[in-house]
């Protein structure tokens, strides 16, 4: 019957005597007697259609989720490792379709990208509403759809609505471009209700990067629920066991020794969704040979037939294809992965280092740098920091050390996952050329200061603004930009950020001080006024006896107030000729990069001209300085417009665009010294040791003091970003643009 895929009960006298001395659960004992003799297919890759019975663990990420807490709104993991399952599951769970709870699963993936608005979610909201009787039919606007969620939920205590969106990524993007309209007003209507209206938004490593964006609404909506491997405690890994081995039971077959379900669960990374593969078409594969050894109706199946022959290799693939599906997400994580499995293969101590001791963040981006994909600016050690985070969290990668701040493949099936050396290697030359998705990203992300108005921007990086704006880390701050590439408004874009800035500890206000010092005083005479950023513009003729005295008061001190001087690239220059300390971190904004640029051109409507070369002469042409980007705006339109072979216009443009020297604030000498570079390292990156000795043979100054020069010029944001002495010394498009300009 197995053979032949028959299901069927086999009931017989010997099944009734049984049943009769059953004393409850009958069904359920017959079911278990009875189904191994016929063919059964328990498990499923269809994550919309798992019964009850087949769902394992999750307890506390459901129990989250249906509490009417912060918790649980926000679930993330990678690509067909169960988000979906969990959140149908959930669904059914809950849904009480003549009762007071109800719950609706939308699939949301087009929302936010090319085919719909953001906005757009009301109206699929509304239609899910309608066609269950909650509302009227509507416009699909916003107001529409609350004032029917407010009228059904008025009408009795009882009742509570749980909206399960998922694929959420592009409307998350969407979102975080304009100053998160739609998701504010979710987040309203959430709290508004206590919650009695609850939206979970699932999706890939969007929803974790927005979750942790400074000042997104998402901050608000509690920790995010991870769906990693199932064997993060003792409970999860019973589950996990379980999934492997009482479905198997009900379809006939048990495992030789109690060891093989847990190398299973090793193979397949501890991810119930690929127990669910890997059981399925194990079952398949079984349902077509003969009968084999063990007692009964139940088969016992051995090392070979569960990892061995041409089936394996198909369960085998696909776990690989899945895993890989993950990796894709983002090439950065497919370069990392891969280079670390180059590294495990190439080196001595590969193997300890990759699994089981692990390597530094510094040493991890020092690997993959030589490969790093040509489309995407580098990260600075922090980002990159934060990027292996995510990775642990998608189960790619773990933590090592005593410490846990050392980072390796998370076990050695990962590593068999990534494939053998030939193929690795391959695949890395081909990720330097791959496109990144249009994805957020706080290290380079510049937002919208009002929703309604795209020009004025955050003259800082969504990571530099929560840095420069965390109460955390008390003191005052020096932020030095060039009015020429960030703009004269940068007081008033700084303040208008503040106002609407709110941290953990809730919502902050923001003055300008534009009068003379000795009015600061009043400033800092009171808590009444709340937490506060102090700006201090940079012709108020504040100095370093300012900072020392800021750095003194109690309110400073205790992360009160913060104090933003506001300087031009000439006090840089005088601080560190002066080698002198204060008492004051100094930011240092960074030109727009390809990741800025390519979310600018989505949100401009620009996306026609988001292309490798096209964007290769915008940058060139504009040095990724905001101000020439924004005037050039009605130029890229009428490029558009046309719809014709941008190349032309472009090099028209790139033609007018100049930004010399003094317009930045850099002195002569060190023109001179950027037009010395220039000839030497043309676009190209050369070791620091190697230019400091050409430049010593040329210029005739002495190392060290070339060296400080060389730092001067990156701290301009001349170069490109990184560690010079590790990453190399070359000029990145504004460095290029300001030489091009000098000559």
Not at 133 to 158: F, Q
Not at 549 to 561: C, E
Not at 661 to 685: C, N, Q, T, Y
Request: glycine residues 8%; proline residues 5%; aromatic residues 8%.
């Amino acid at each position: 019957m197995r053979r032949d895929k028959q299901s069927v009960l086999l009931i017989d006298e010997t099944q009734v005597f049984h049943l009769s001395t059953c004393v409850s659960d009958r069904m359920e004992r017959l079911f278990i007697c009875a189904a191994p003799f016929g063919y059964l297919q328990p498990y499923t890759t269809n994550a919309g259609n798992i019964p009850r019975e087949m769902f394992f663990g999750r307890r506390d990420e459901i129990e989250k989720i249906l509490s009417r807490t912060s918790d649980g709104c926000l679930v993330y993991g990678g690509r067909q490792l169960g988000k979906s399952a969990l959140l149908h599951h959930v669904r059914k769970l809950y849904d009480e379709p003549q009762g007071a709870r109800r719950a609706f699963y939308l699939k949301i993936d087009e929302i936010g990208g090319q085919a719909w608005p953001a906005a757009h979610l009301w109206r699929e909201i509304g239609m899910a509403l309608f066609a269950e009787g909650i509302g009227t039919k509507g416009d699909g606007t916003a107001e529409h759809v609350v004032g029917a969620i407010r009228n059904w939920l008025a009408a009795e205590p009882d009742r509570r609505i749980l909206m399960l969106l998922d694929e959420t990524d592009a409307f998350l993007a969407a979102e975080s471009r304009t100053g998160f309209p739609n998701l504010g007003r979710l987040k309203d209507l959430m709290e508004e209700s206590a919650r009695r209206f609850k939206v979970v938004f699932a999706g890939l490593h969007n929803v974790r990067r927005m979750a942790r964006a400074p000042n997104s609404p998402l901050v608000h909506l509690g920790d995010p629920i991870c769906i990693g491997p199932l064997n993060t405690s003792a409970a999860s890994s019973a589950e996990a066991r379980r999934l492997v081995t009482e479905p198997m039971r009900a379809a006939g077959f048990d495992y030789e020794s109690a060891e093989l379900a847990w190398d299973i669960l090793a193979r397949v990374n501890h991810y119930p969704s690929l127990v669910q593969v890997f059981c399925k078409a194990l079952l398949e594969g079984l349902g077509n040979l003969p009968r084999t050894v063990g007692a009964g109706p139940r088969w016992l199946l051995a090392r070979a037939q569960i990892f061995e022959g041409g089936s394996a290799q198909e369960i085998n693939r696909q776990i690989r294809e899945r895993f890989q599906w993950t990796l894709n997400l983002d090439p950065r994580y497919e370069l990392i992965a891969k280079a670390l499995a180059l590294y495990r293969l190439d080196r001595l101590d590969g193997n300890a280092a990759v699994l089981r001791n692990g390597l530094s963040a510094e040493a991890f981006a020092d690997e993959v740098a030589p490969w790093w994909p040509k489309g995407i600016d580098r990260l600075g050690i922090d980002d990159f920091r934060a990027f292996l985070e995510e990775m642990v969290d998608l189960g790619v990668l773990a933590r090592y050390g005593l410490r846990l701040d050392r980072y390796g493949l998370r076990s050695a099936q990962v590593a068999q996952m990534l494939g053998l050396r030939d193929e690795i290697e391959a695949q890395i030359m081909h990720i330097a050329e791959k496109e990144p998705r249009v994805d957020y990203d706080a290290a380079q992300f510049h937002r919208r200061i009002v929703m309604g108005d795209p020009v004025r921007r955050a003259p800082l990086a969504d990571r530099a603004l929560a840095d420069l704006f965390d109460t955390a880390r008390p003191g005052p701050r020096v932020l030095v930009a060039a009015p020429s590439v960030w703009g004269t408004d940068i007081a008033e874009r700084l303040r208008d950020l503040g106002n609407i800035w709110v941290d953990d500890k809730g919502p902050l206000t923001a003055v300008i001080h534009a009068g003379q010092m000795t009015g600061l005083r009043s400033l800092f005479g009171s808590t009444a006024r709340g937490r506060q950023i102090v700006i201090i513009p940079a012709n108020t003729g504040w100095d370093e006896k300012v900072l020392e005295w800021l750095a003194r008061q109690p309110l400073v001190l205790s992360g009160a107030v913060i104090p933003i001087c506001l300087a031009e690239p000439e006090w840089l220059i005088d601080h560190r000729q002066a080698d002198a300390k204060i008492p004051a971190r100094i930011i240092l904004p960074r030109p727009w990069g390809e990741g800025m640029l390519r979310a600018w051109l989505e949100e401009q409507g620009l996306g026609a001209l988001d292309d490798r070369t096209t964007r290769a002469r915008m940058l060139a042409g504009s040095g990724g300085a905001a101000v020439l980007l924004s005037d050039a705006r009605e130029v890229f339109a009428k490029v558009v417009a046309a719809g014709n072979d941008p190349t032309v216009a472009l090099n028209e443009w790139y033609d007018t665009q100049r930004l010399p020297p003094h317009a930045i604030g850099l002195p002569p000498r060190f023109a001179s010294l950027l037009r010395e570079l220039h000839g030497l390292v043309g676009d190209k990156v050369e070791d620091l040791a190697t230019i400091e000795a050409l430049l010593c043979d040329s210029t005739g100054s002495d190392a060290g003091l070339l060296g400080r020069q060389l730092r001067l010029l990156s701290d301009f944001g001349l170069l490109a970003s990184g560690d010079l002495a590790t990453d190399g010394v070359s000029l990145n498009p504004l460095g290029l643009l300001v030489t091009r300009s000098s000559d």
